[in-house]
């Protein structure tokens, strides 16, 4: 119950695409879910977060989306570019359990 | 901008050998955690700590584990015994508090190989 399901586990996106990427929760006591950016050699950064009280948060090019209902929540980069080349992690908290998905690789080309 | 620090950047031990790796959090947060991520894999919680207690922890933060806060600024994690297995990118991070919302902000890790 304490796992987060992440999908795709790579994604190839063309410059100017949207990248997507869904997560899915089972414990109902979450209720903090961040997106980590990681790059090669580098430790896990905050991107973006949201609580389970509004649907939808976006900063800047970074969207995440948010539903309650199904337990499921996504991160969209609208015009992808080379430089969000990266591997990107859902997670979620209940305030005492921090747990991250397995990360999806993607690569945006020029 | 203030942020964490890990070192040593790599550790090569022999297996059977004892590790010690050190983190300074930022200077004004209370909690800190370890994450260990095997290469390619998720990051996986290990341990969090409070107060100078242990806050939580996982089921790989066995008994070959400890951490400690020897003084005002590190935070160390020791592995006792080291096996194969415990090859991985080790990350240390902080926040300002606990609880829902808790931004963590990660330091850039130390990858430990265990030959």
């Known amino acids: 119950q304490q796992q987060v399901k992440q999908s795709p586990q790579s994604l190839i996106v063309q410059k100017g695409g949207i990248s997507i990427i869904n997560c899915a929760y089972e414990n109902t006591a979450f209720d903090y879910f961040p997106w980590y950016q990681q790059f090669p050699g580098k430790g896990p950064a905050l991107l973006i977060a949201i609580r389970p009280d509004v649907s939808e948060k976006k900063e800047g090019r970074f969207t995440i989306s948010f539903n309650k209902s199904a337990k499921q929540f996504s991160l969209h980069i609208m015009d992808s570019q080379p430089g969000d080349s990266a591997t990107y992690f859902c997670a979620a908290s209940d305030g005492q359990n921090f747990v991250f998905g397995p990360g999806t690789r993607l690569s945006v080309l020029p | 901008e203030p942020e964490v620090t890990q070192t040593p950047s790599h550790q090569v031990t022999q297996m059977g050998q004892e590790v010690i790796l050190r983190c300074v959090p930022i200077?004004?947060?209370?909690?800190f955690y370890w994450y260990r991520q095997i290469l390619g894999q998720k990051v996986e919680f290990l341990v969090s700590?409070?107060?100078?207690?242990?806050?939580?922890k996982s089921e790989i933060f066995d008994d070959q584990f400890s951490v400690e806060r020897p003084d005002g600024s590190n935070f160390t994690l020791k592995i006792r015994s080291t096996k194969l297995e415990d090859s991985a990118m080790y990350f240390c991070?902080?926040?300002?508090?606990?609880?829902?919302?808790?931004?963590?902000?990660f330091g850039p890790g130390t990858r430990l190989t265990v030959l």
């Open positions: 200077s004004n947060h209370l909690y």
């Open positions: 991070a902080s926040s300002r508090r606990a609880g829902s919302y808790n931004e963590q902000f």
């Open positions: 700590f409070y107060n100078n207690e242990i806050s939580e």
